[in-house]
Each structure stands twice: as C-alpha cells, then as structure tokens.
C-alpha cells in the first residue's frame, strides 16, 4: 500500500515536472519567434542520426535561422550491450541547404582507440574514406571523412578558411563533442548535451557558436548551384 | 639467460618507441610542409590579383604612377622570397600596400561605385581571409611541431634525427580591407 502510494506520487511529481519543462520551453521559444514541440520523430537522413540500435527525440525547437528553417532537438542514441543500453545524448540542429552540396561529409570527434583500430585493422567507417587536411590541430581533435572517390570534393570545399571556422568552434565549445554531418542538401550539427530548462542559454550558445559555419554552408551550396553542371564536373581539384 | 632476455626486450622496446615517434615526427613535418604550400597558393591568388587592381585603379586615377610602381616592387619581391621566414616581411608590406591602394581608390567616387572595382574589392577580401586561414593554420602547425621537437625526450634525438625547427610566418595583413 505504501508503495504503490510512493510510486503514484514519484508519478505524479515526473508528470509534472514534464508539464511545467514544456511549458517553460514553449515560452522560451515564443519570446524568440520558435516553435516548440514536446515530441517528434528523430531525423534519420544522415547515417549519424540513422546509426544506433535505437533513437528517441524530443524538445523540437523549429524557426527560421541563419537564412533557412532549422530544427533544433533532443536526439538520444542508444546502443544495446549485452546487458544493458548505452544512451548518448546529442543537441542536434538540423538544416536544408536547399540545394545538395556534397555527396556525403562526415565530421566525427578524434578518438584515440579508433585511430588505434585503424592502425591495426585499416580505416572501416561507415564512410568510405578517411581524409587527412593539412592542420594538425584538426586531425588531434576531428576525423573528416567521405564517399569513397570523392576526397577532392571536400579538399575543395574545406579550404583554409573553413578549417579555421571549425577549429574555433571547438575551441569555443572544448567539451561539446561535436559532429557534423551533411548528406547532400542535409545538414546535422551535432554537440553531445542535454537540453534542460535549467540551463535555456545553451541553446542560443550553440546557435551562435554553429551560425558562421552554416552560413559559410548556406554560401558555398549558393555558389555551388550558380555553377553550370558541366562546370561543377570540370572543377580542377 | 634471463637478464639477457630482459635488456634485449627492453631495447627492443625502446627501438619500438624510437620508431613511432620518429613516424610522429615525420608526419608532423609534411604536415607543416604541406601547410605551407596552401600558404603559397594563397599568396600567389594575392599576386595574381595585383595587375587587375592596377589595371582598375589606373582607369580612374592614372597619374598615381609611384603607388603602382611601388606595388610592382613589392610584388616582385614578395615573389623573389623562398620560405616561411624570408617572406614574413615582403608579404606585409605588399598586404598594407594592397590595403593603400584601396584607400586611394575609395577617394575616387566615381572608381569607389565602379562594379569591377567593387567586385575585385571582393575577391580581394575574401583572397586575404584564406591568406589568413592558411597562414594561422601554418603556425598552428609549425607551433605543434615545434613543440615537439623541443621537448623531452624527443629534444635529445630530434637534431639527430635531422628535425629542425620551422620559421613561423608573421606577415601582418590585419590593416587590409
């Protein structure tokens, strides 16, 4: 009796608190012109968001940023052990570029036991290449990697300054564990944090700290679609 | 038997760390080698910029003739200049002298609302931002290395081995456009 009266109340405390964090984002996304939704379906168009055994989302933010429509969200990825289930937890701000940019372009944290794994076993990413740029610091702190064949797509499309971009949002962010993903058109910008009402700022730290890089996006996928075709084949590289 | 064993397993060993930092190293230094040539390409797109300036600029304000001498100077001696160190200062003096030239120019209204003026200003902000890039990644590297090899223990082996020190390059364009 006492314990299912424990139990009725820890419910009805969780219900609560559920109700009053989506009432306090719902306004918080209100006074800056978002629109915010509970729950939703997790996107899976780029192979970061499909991969995982399991993926749950929730605390869509949706709104126009950074000249496009964006979505930020909750994104938990679990991965089923042996006993138990592992959960990441990831903000993800999600974007088209209306236009396809690139085949695919993997940005992944810098993991020493993968890089031992490589050494021993070669290079077995989802992605077909892992390409190495020419800073150092990049390659201590991220793995780039893409379509098998298509490395000078992406030599051509990170030039010096959009290195630079990427490392200065990691310096502004040392803990985030960030990723990027683009699949085409599709962009993901991943940082491994939890969204609580506790700390709402966090959201617009990440959208600012990701606004130069979509916006150098959103501009190289302009020039890309103002190339005629045949020109977009006959780049030099 | 086994104190044998033991000190040629733990020479062994020391050959084996030997080997991977001496791969460190090496791919430490293409990587600033490599580096560097995107700085050379950036700094050429610079160059190859500077006869469309002239060209432009000479349109509207032809008796300028000193201005345009003097960027042919520094052009071709930035040009003339090999490595890191030897072109820090050639480089920042062209920068500031490119940075100059606009100023004119802008003086000039008729030039300053000229749309091949306006869109060689463009490229020519956009050539100094990757200029930038290239070089902070350059040093960046060089920083790295550096470090490296200056530090215990791979500074008692680093000489040697035949690693030297690379020169960071220090062009100051923070005047320009």
């Known amino acids: 009796m006492a314990v299912g009266a424990i139990c009725a109340l820890f419910v009805g405390w969780a219900r609560v608190k559920g109700r009053a964090r989506e009432r306090f984002f719902a306004r918080w996304a209100a006074e800056r012109q978002w629109r915010y939704e509970a729950g939703g379906k997790p996107f899976e168009d780029t192979p970061f968001l499909r991969s995982g055994d399991k993926r749950k989302a929730s605390d869509f933010f949706s709104g126009f940023w950074a000249g496009s429509g964006a979505v930020l969200y909750q994104h938990k990825r679990i991965v089923e052990g042996d006993r138990d289930e592992q959960e990441t937890a990831y903000v993800v701000l999600h974007f088209s570029l209306g236009r396809p940019l690139i085949d695919l372009l993997q940005i992944s944290p810098h993991s020493h036991a993968a890089e031992l794994g490589e050494k021993l076993f070669g290079y077995h990413g989802e992605i077909g290449e892992r390409i190495e740029l020419e800073s150092a610091e990049l390659d201590q702190h991220f793995r780039v990697g893409c379509l098998r064949g298509r490395e000078d797509e992406v030599r051509r499309l990170l030039t010096p300054s959009a290195i630079v971009r990427l490392l200065d949002f990691r310096r502004a962010l040392p803990d985030g564990n960030a990723r990027f993903e683009i699949l085409g058109s599709n962009v993901a910008f991943l940082v491994e944090k939890t969204l609580s009402p506790e700390r709402p700022q966090l959201i617009e730290e990440l959208l600012e700290l990701w606004r130069p890089i979509a916006s150098w996006l959103m501009k190289e996928a302009g020039e890309e679609a103002r190339l005629p075709a045949s020109a977009r084949e006959e780049q030099p590289s | ?177």
């Open chain 2, 1 to 177: 038997m086994t104190p044998l064993y033991i000190v040629l397993a733990l020479f062994a060993f020391a050959g084996l760390l030997l080997a991977l930092s001496y791969n460190r190293l090496v791919r430490l230094r293409n990587k600033v080698v490599e580096a560097w040539q995107d700085v050379d390409v950036q700094l050429q797109r610079r160059h190859d910029l500077i006869p469309r300036l002239v060209e432009v600029v000479r349109g509207y304000a032809a008796h300028e003739n000193e201005l345009f001498a003097e960027l042919a100077r520094l052009r071709s001696e930035a040009e003339g200049a090999r490595g890191a160190a030897a072109k820090s200062a050639p480089e920042s003096e062209l920068a500031l002298a490119i940075a100059g030239t606009i100023a004119v120019a802008e003086s000039y209204p008729s030039l300053r609302a000229a749309e091949n003026f306006l869109s060689l200003q463009k490229e020519i902000a956009e050539t100094e931002d990757e200029v930038a890039a290239a070089r902070t990644i350059y040093n960046g590297n060089v920083c790295i290395y550096n470090t490296r090899i200056q530090t215990f223990p791979v500074s008692f082996y680093a000489d040697v081995l035949g690693f030297e020190p690379a020169a960071f390059f220090q062009a100051d364009t923070s005047g320009i456009v």
